[in-house]
Structure formats: C-alpha cells, structure tokens
C-alpha cells in the first residue's frame, strides 16, 4: 500500500510539472510586420478609353518589424 500511494504521489507530480512547465516560460513574441490599408476598394467609374486612371492605396506596417511587399513599384 505504501509503495502504491508513492508511485500515485510521484506520477501526479511528474503531471504537474509537464502539464504546468509551458505556463511558467514567458517567451516573448518575434517581432512581426501588420500591414494596415484604411481603404481596401476603390470604385473606377467609367472613362474615356485611353485615359490614365490614377488611385493610390495607403499601405503602413504597425508592426514592430520591417514590412516586405515584393513586386510593387512606386510611381
């Protein structure tokens, strides 16, 4: 019986101690980009054929990383 209630006691902490152990590492997240754009659409009414249709999207990071987007140029 003794050894019985030692080996329930030693499997309840050992429990314990893996199911509480990811609690106790507070790691710090990796910095990461947020991209934001306020206005996702934009309404192109009709024009001439031929005309330059201009529009510009905002795009700022409000992350705490530098914010990669390949393949857009700037004008």
């Known amino acids: 019986m ?3 209630s030692a080996f329930l006691i030693n499997a309840l ?3 314990l101690f893996i199911t509480l152990a990811g609690f106790t590492s507070a ?3 990796e910095p990461s980009p947020k991209a934001v754009i306020e206005q ?3 309404e192109f ?3 001439i054929a031929g005309t330059e249709v201009i529009h510009r999207f905002i795009i ?3 992350g705490d990383a530098p914010l990669n987007i390949p393949g857009i140029y700037s004008a």
């Open 2 to 4: 003794k050894l019985k």
């Open 13 to 15: 902490l050992i429990f």
């Open 27 to 29: 790691e710090e997240p």
């Open 40 to 42: 996702t659409t934009f």
């Open 45 to 47: 009414s009709p024009v």
């Open 60 to 62: 700022s990071n409000k």
